[in-house]
């Protein structure tokens, strides 16, 4: 079955920048979208087909995705982009979704 | 803007059947693919499956031949039907809307989910 593999977590300080990865085998010939999950809410699309940003998304989310990896980019990182992050593909020999283990982002 | 709502029992008995129940409002359940994902507690997002208006679906292996879903175009409603439940089916479950005519969209709807206890 196809994984996507996300590290656990990382902090970022106000202001700077967050990159979080999504790993997984030729990834760029799929389409990868990207969900935050405030705690206790549910997941909302924050970038879908590698780098489109849905109405609402603020542009300090930039999607980005090649070879193997595809990146989240989030910019001038605020405390309510504290979250979990996952990436998402459909597998087309499957038929299957498959996510991310998610990645957790802190805000110090 | 499309809003979903799960609804079904939050307390489900061991070896029982799990069934719930999605309303769409706001828009037609026709020409799109509807996804279950679930979420246990502490624990990521997982693919539970998929279903299209024409019946089409597919599920996780994990979970194949105790899992069904269905649509009721009529009524706006998706539905879950998980059988021989144990406690690893305590998660909160989500519906949504995933890509229009497209499988390989991305899931731009979800319901605020409904946590359901096997025990």
């Known amino acids: 079955s196809y994984v996507l593999t996300q590290s656990p977590s990382l902090s970022v300080a106000p202001g700077q920048t967050a990159t979080i990865s999504c790993g997984g085998n030729?990834?760029?010939?799929?389409?990868v979208h990207w969900y935050q999950q405030r705690p206790g809410q549910a997941p909302i699309l924050v970038v879908y087909?590698?780098?489109r940003r849905p109405s609402g998304t603020p542009d300090r989310f930039f999607g980005s995705n090649s070879v193997n990896t595809a990146t989240l980019t989030i910019s001038r990182v605020e405390a309510g982009d504290e979250a979990t992050y996952y990436c998402?593909?459909?597998?087309?020999?499957?038929?299957?979704?498959?996510f991310g283990f998610g990645t957790e982002v802190t805000v110090l | 803007q499309v809003q979903l709502q799960e609804s079904g029992p939050g307390l489900v008995k061991p070896s029982e059947t799990l069934s719930l129940t999605c309303t769409v409002s706001?828009?037609?359940?026709?020409?799109?693919?509807w996804s279950w994902i679930r979420q246990s507690p502490g624990k990521g997002l997982e693919w539970v499956g998929y279903?299209?208006?024409?019946?089409?679906?597919n599920y996780t292996p994990s979970l194949k031949g105790r899992v069904s879903t269905s649509v009721d175009s009529s009524k706006n409603q998706l539905s879950l039907t998980l059988n021989s439940v144990t406690a690893a089916d305590t998660a909160v479950y989500y519906c949504?809307?995933?890509?229009?005519?497209?499988?390989?969209?991305?899931?731009?709807?979800w319901g605020q989910g409904i946590l359901v206890t096997v025990s």
């Open positions: 949504a809307r995933g890509g229009r005519h497209v499988i390989a969209g991305p899931l731009e709807s």
């Open positions: 030729s990834l760029s010939t799929k389409n």
């Open positions: 087909d590698d780098s």
């Open positions: 279903i299209y208006d024409n019946g089409d679906s």
């Open positions: 706001g828009g037609s359940i026709s020409g799109f693919y």
């Open positions: 998402q593909v459909w597998d087309a020999t499957t038929d299957h979704f498959v």
